[in-house]
Every structure is written in structure tokens, then in C-alpha cells.
């Protein structure tokens, strides 16, 4: 069993910056690649950025590739994604995902998720 918990969502003005962490408790994160996923008010939750087990291997969203970046912690299970560049476009629930076996950009690879933080990017 794993529990995630994010934090570091809030409102920020259009072009500014925001980090948001992942904090990971029960089996160690480590053993599994985490991800961020973003859902908009009636829109799908979206695949954003995944990092591997090691930390090593990264994907990104083509929306969001050059702005943000997925980085882990697996001393501190804490997975974090610093946003830069931030638009209109980035306003969602960013949620935290793990359990994955390698990294995804889908879904169903990820077994457990967090409860969501709230963005919002004012232009």
C-alpha cells in the first residue's frame, strides 16, 4: 500500500513559477516509477511528466516539455514537479501517480494516486 499526498498547488500569475511535491508513504517509492497527471475542469485527466525508479529516465507532455521538470527524491519518497513558464493552458488538478513498473504516460500503469492539488494560473 502507498499513500500520496501533493501540495504546492495555489494561484500564480501567468508566466510565473510554481513547485509542487508528491509525498510518498507505506512501500517505498522507490520501488516504482511515479508520474504527475492533470485533469481541467470537463476535460480528461492528462498524462503531464514520469520519472523512472532510478530517477534516471524522464517523459514529458509536448505541452509542457522545456517548463517543467519531474525529479524524485528516494531518500525522502517526495517526487516533485517544478512548473516554469506557467499559462492559462497549465491551469488544472495536478495529481500524483505511482505503482507503475516502468515509465507511462498511460493511466492504467499506475496503481496508486494522490488526492490532487489545485493550480491556477491567472493571465
Known amino acids: 500500500q502507498v499513500q500520496l499526498v501533493e501540495s504546492g498547488g495555489g494561484l500564480v500569475q501567468a508566466g510565473g513559477s510554481l513547485r509542487l511535491s508528491c509525498a510518498a508513504s507505506g512501500r517505498a517509492a522507490s520501488r516504482y516509477a511515479m508520474a504527475w497527471f492533470r485533469q481541467a475542469p470537463g476535460k480528461e485527466r492528462e498524462f503531464v511528466a514520469t520519472?523512472?525508479?532510478?530517477?534516471?529516465?524522464?517523459f514529458y507532455a509536448d505541452s509542457v516539455k522545456g517548463r517543467f521538470t519531474i525529479s524524485r527524491d528516494n531518500a525522502e519518497n517526495t517526487m516533485y514537479l517544478q512548473m516554469n513558464s506557467l499559462n492559462s493552458e497549465d491551469t488544472a488538478v495536478y495529481y500524483c501517480a505511482v505503482g507503475g513498473s516502468s515509465t507511462s504516460r498511460t493511466r492504467t500503469n499506475y496503481t496508486y494516486w494522490g488526492q490532487g492539488t489545485q493550480v491556477t494560473v491567472s493571465s
Open positions: 520519472v523512472s525508479r532510478d530517477g534516471v529516465v524522464k
